[in-house]
């Protein structure tokens, strides 16, 4: 079965600082697709970025950076400077993969609440 | 624009009710699925559907019902069986051709009142 760990509930940063989301995954599967989602207070989810699991080249995107380590079985997300815009709940999910490239199950860890003061 | 839409977005229940929350997408996504999201829970899989007229139970079906007559079309029955209906549910498909593997519905929260 597949299981993905967030273990921090909830962040609070001051406006600048720098954060850091850990997430921990599970999985028997070769071939999956680990994700970040952020969640802001109107409920829908936005996606962040996708990254398969033969592709462990980490990833930055403006202030938003992804540390992907399959010997660690990690996927961690770091916010850079952050702003109060980034105040979120952010999930991390593991999809199986059912073949090529082809999605399965989505499975989300439990979140991380980020606040980011002014 | 291609999307998911949910609908209502919000719902109210009296106990012993059953309850439709639609969702339907015009992405001729293949697998649509629903989830439910509880404070402090994340979201948990209910059903999943990879093709029409087939589906599966997700982490915890009990209480609900599905069905896929449709490609387009994967409705959730709360039904009175479900002892704590009250929640935010999800609903999204994913394709290979989808440039984010899933997309997502804007959501239902449903309340028993």
């Known amino acids: 079965a597949q299981k993905v760990t967030q273990a921090q509930t909830e962040i609070s940063v001051v406006e600048k600082e720098d954060v850091t989301l850990d997430c921990v995954y599970e999985?028997?599967?070769?071939?999956?697709?680990l994700f970040w989602y952020k969640q802001p207070p109107s409920g829908e989810l936005v996606f962040l970025i996708r990254r398969n699991s033969f592709d462990e080249q980490n990833e930055i995107s403006g202030r938003y950076s992804w540390n992907f380590q399959k010997s660690t079985s990690s996927f961690n997300f770091t916010i850079t400077a952050s702003q109060v815009v980034d105040s979120a709940v952010y999930f991390c999910?593991?999809?199986?993969?059912?073949?090529?490239?082809?999605?399965?199950?989505?499975?989300f860890g439990q979140g991380t609440i980020l606040t980011v003061h002014p | 624009d291609g999307g998911i839409t949910q609908s209502p977005k919000y719902l109210f229940r009296k106990e012993g009710q059953n309850v439709t929350l639609s969702c339907e997408q015009n992405l001729n996504h293949d697998a649509m699925y629903w989830y439910r999201q509880d404070p402090g829970q994340g979201l948990r899989l209910i059903y999943y559907s990879q093709i029409v007229n087939d589906f599966q139970k997700g982490d915890i079906a009990e209480g609900y019902s599905v069905s896929r007559e449709k490609k387009e079309s994967f409705p959730l029955t709360v039904t009175s069986a479900q002892k704590n209906p009250t929640a935010f549910y999800l609903c999204?498909?994913?394709?290979?051709?989808?440039?984010?593997?899933?997309?997502f519905g804007s959501g239902t929260r449903l309340t028993v009142v």
């Open positions: 999204a498909s994913s394709s290979d051709r989808d440039p984010y593997g899933y997309t």
């Open positions: 999910a593991l999809s199986e993969g059912r073949g090529g490239t082809s999605y399965g199950k989505l499975t």
């Open positions: 999985t028997r599967d070769t071939t999956y697709y």
